[in-house]
Structures are given as structure tokens and as C-alpha cells.
């Protein structure tokens, strides 16, 4: 990714606005208008009546395990649907030595243990990661590489003990960069990474490698800065006066908080919390996956903000509707009920968990469909621009209003190839155009490998 450092875009659509040049200087926008003159060296592209974006920014990403997850195997629902599927999958896994297995789902084969995997693979070290991110599986080579004695192979949110004892993935950084010059071909230009366990030398590791996105990090009490992600999990929750003091601590830091919530039991708990302790700007619940009416009015006065997935109804609906009582499926994954309820709201995709495509949560956001075409929480529905301004708030207050196009702003862009009234009908990245951070091109699909213009 070459520096351009000089670039003039002309006649793009920004704000509905037809006709306009937009001119970027050191990584920020210098100027918006009409027939701007070129300068000399500066670059030109031409948008050629293209609706030009802000940079999307996925406020709930897990970017080192997206990485991981492009080098493993998929195994679970629709990839994987029954125990001969996921035998052959494993089967099928690429190189030697350890297996990463991922987004396994009990309807595969059960709740796994070690047996059950020793059963389909024996000879290599095998993990299976269940697809709530909660648990992973090993088999029996695994058990004993791992030193877990007579285990039955689960591992319930041991994520970091695990890493430690793991060997590092042989080409790391190079994974983390194909996966960030994905990203960008979705007009991608800034992530949140909300993994509890991010360290310091993670940080370290996003800022070193240059990536194609702004990559701001939460992370537990083990990281001195960034706000606190707390997870929440229904089986163990802590006591009220340890989220409370937490919360507390953190907000003593200069910490905002963001607690993980995917059950009305879990979000009911933080909100109590929250009210308890007061809030600071940039507090905020992960997923809120089910709300009712009545845990919504929870809400009132605390100025927290929601950040959501619609993703998840698009993905997983029918496995919800499946398992979950048809009048909580109304409960689901909202977005027009928390902006009813003046809740702030601002979307990820949980990739790897959801799908890493933003354009495919704002269809989802919109359509409010499962796979099989059952919609879900029609009430919930938003327009097109809405759903856009998921992606496009800032990184600290994704529910806050969108950036701008417009003199002194970071020139953090996405492009796309027509005007958004014509683009607001699809919401699919096939119509990005080019992508760039700070002025420079990280992707631009005339010439498809994402390098410079
Ligand atoms: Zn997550």
C-alpha cells in the first residue's frame, strides 16, 4: 500500500449532493466541491457519479480469530450438518499436526467430548471450537498435548490458558493481513476488536503490521487502556457487587465498559449494574441479543449504547426459530425498538462468529430474514440509510451520528460504483469500488489485489 498522498476524487455523490470533487491531503479530507482544479502531483480518480461513504467501521469484530478462522475448517450448519460431515471434514483438513475446527453447533453430532472426536480423528491434535465461542473440543492427542490428564476434552472459556499452550500459528501476520485486505473489499476502514483477551503485544502486533484498517482494541483488566469488555455467561454469572466493582474500577481508569449480553437474564444483570454504578461516555452492551419491551425501559436515562448484529437473523434465524419460543424471536436482535426507546445503536458483525461482510448485516438489518426466507421481528426493520449508519459512526460512540464527508475529517472512504439511490436497493459489497485509509487506496477493484491506484 503505497502512500497517496495527493489524491483528488471528482465527481462523486456525497451526502445525496451529485457532482462533487472531494480533495485528501495527509490522510484527511482538505476539501469538498464543486469542479475543484487539480493540483499539481495530485492523483485523480474518478468516481464517475458514485455515492462516496464514509469508511465502514465494524464496532464488534474478533480480528485475530477471523484470521484464524480463514486457515480452518468450518464445522458446523450449513457447511456441516450431521456426524459423517464432520468426519469428512476433518478428514479433509489441510497440512499436519493440529487441526482448528470451527462454529460447531450441537445439532451436528451432539455435545462433543474427547471420545466422540477420537472416533472421527485420532492421529492429529484436534480442536473444535464451539460456534457461541464459549467452548472448544479436543480429542484424546490433544488432551495429552495439552497436559490435561484424564479431561473429557472440554475446555469452557479457557481461550487464553489455551493460547498459551498452543503453538502460534506458523504465519500470523501474514493471516492477519489477508484477512484486513478482505475487509477492505468491503469498504472497511476501521474495526473494534472487543476479544476479552486482546494483550498489550496484540495492540502492539495491529499497529506494527499496518493493516488496511484503524484498529481499536478492547480488553480486560490486562490491558492498561481501552475499554474494559466484560463477559457475561448465564451458567456463572459473578455477583452483582463483583460486576458492580468492576464497572467501577474501570470508570476510575478512564475505562468505559462493555459488557457481552446474549440472554435476558445477562442483559437484565449489566443494566441493573450499570445503574448502579452510573455510566460514562462510551459504555455500551454487546449484542443485547434478546430485549423485551420491558428490559428495554431498563435502559431509560443510562445513555448506554447497543451494538448489534443483524447478521444473526439472517444466519441463524432459523436455528433460533427453531429453538427459541416464537414470541421471544420477536425479541430478537432489534434495531428500530432500541432507536424507538432512544437507545443508541451501532452494528458489528461478531466475525468470526457472524459473517465479516457489514453489507450483509445491513440487509439483514433491512429484510429482517432467515436463510429460509422467514422474517423476524418485522417491526424491527430499518431503511437502508439507517442501516448504513450502523457501520459509519465513529469508533467511540457507535451510536452516535455518522461521520462526515467534509473539510478536516479523516479521508477514511469507501466508494462505490453508483449513486445510493441505485445502491440502497442491494447493500452488497460487489458495488464497492475502491477503499481508503487515510488517503490511501487499500483496495480498488480495477485492479483486484487491493494495491495502489
Ligand atoms: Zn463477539
Request: aromatic share 4%; glycine share 10%.
Given at each position: ?177 489477508d484477512t484486513s485486505r478482505q475487509l477492505a473489499r468491503y469498504g472497511v476502514t476501521g474495526v473494534t476488536e472487543t476479544t476479552p483477551s486482546n494483550q498489550a ?102 445513555h448506554l449504547t447497543v451494538v448489534t448484529q443483524p447478521n444473526f437473523i439472517a444466519e441463524r434465524g432459523d436455528q433460533y426459530l427453531a429453538d427459541v419460543a ?48 422467514i422474517v423476524i421481528g418485522a417491526g424491527e426493520a430499518l431503511t437502508p440509510e439507517r442501516a448504513l449508519a450502523l457501520f459509519t459512526t465513529p469508533p467511540g ?57
Open positions: 500500500m503505497a502512500a497517496a498522498e495527493r489524491l483528488l476524487i471528482v465527481n462523486a455523490e456525497v451526502d445525496g449532493a451529485a457532482g462533487l470533487d472531494v480533495r485528501c491531503r495527509r490522510g484527511l479530507i482538505a476539501e469538498v466541491g464543486p469542479a475543484l482544479a487539480p493540483a499539481a502531483g495530485e492523483t485523480t480518480l474518478d468516481a464517475s457519479g458514485g455515492a462516496l461513504l464514509p469508511g465502514l467501521h465494524d464496532h464488534h469484530i474478533h480480528l485475530a480469530a477471523l484470521a484464524a478462522a480463514d486457515r480452518s475448517v468450518r464445522c458446523g450448519p450449513p457447511d456441516v450438518r450431521n456426524r459423517d460431515e464432520l468426519a469428512l471434514a476433518l478428514a479433509s483438513a489441510p497440512g499436519e499436526g493440529w487441526i482448528r475446527a470451527i462454529g460447531y453447533h450441537e445439532s451436528v453430532a451432539g455435545m462433543l467430548e474427547r471420545g466422540t472426536i477420537d472416533a472421527l480423528q485420532r492421529h492429529r491434535p484436534v480442536r473444535i471450537q464451539h460456534r457461541s465461542g464459549k467452548m472448544w473440543f479436543v480429542n484424546s492427542k490433544a488432551v495429552e498435548l495439552l497436559g490435561l490428564g484424564d479431561s473429557d476434552g472440554r475446555l469452557f472459556r479457557r481461550d487464553r490458558w489455551l493460547r498459551e499452550r498452543l503453538p502460534a500459528m506458523a504465519d500470523w501476520d501474514a493471516a492477519l493481513q503485544q496484540d495492540v502492539e502486533r495491529y499497529r506494527r503490521l499496518d493493516l488496511c484498517q484503524r484498529v481499536v482494541a478492547m480488553g480486560d483488566e490486562t490491558l492498561e487502556a481501552g475499554t474494559l469488555k466484560v463477559m457475561l455467561d448465564d451458567a456463572a454469572l459473578p455477583t452483582f457487587e463483583q460486576l458492580l466493582g468492576r464497572i467501577l474500577a474501570a470508570h476510575e481508569r478512564a475505562r468505559p465498559v462493555a459488557v457481552h449480553c446474549v440472554t435476558r437474564t445477562e442483559l437484565v444483570f449489566a443494566l441493573s449494574a450499570f445503574r448502579a454504578a452510573g455510566t460514562v461516555p462510551g459504555d455500551r452492551i454487546e449484542h443485547a441479543s434478546i430485549a423485551d419491551d420491558a428490559t428495554l425501559r431498563l435502559f431509560r436515562n443510562t416464537r414470541a421471544e424471536c420477536e425479541n430478537l436482535y432489534r434495531c428500530q425498538g432500541f432507536l424507538d426507546a432512544d437507545v443508541p445503536l451501532g452494528g458489528g458483525t461478531d466475525a468470526p462468529f457472524g459473517d465479516a461482510d457489514p453489507w450483509a448485516a445491513m440487509r439483514a438489518a433491512v429484510a429482517r430474514r432467515s436463510a429460509s426466507g460512540n457507535p451510536g452516535g451520528a455518522p461521520r462526515r464527508i467534509q473539510a478536516g475529517a479523516e479521508a477514511d472512504l469507501c466508494l462505490l460504483d453508483r449513486p445510493w439511490r441505485q445502491a440502497r436497493l442491494a447493500l452488497t459489497a460487489a458495488h464497492v469500488r475502491a477503499t481508503l485509509l487515510g488517503g490511501r487506496t487499500t483496495y480498488n477493484r480495477a485492479n483486484r489485489t487491493g494495491a495502489t491506484t
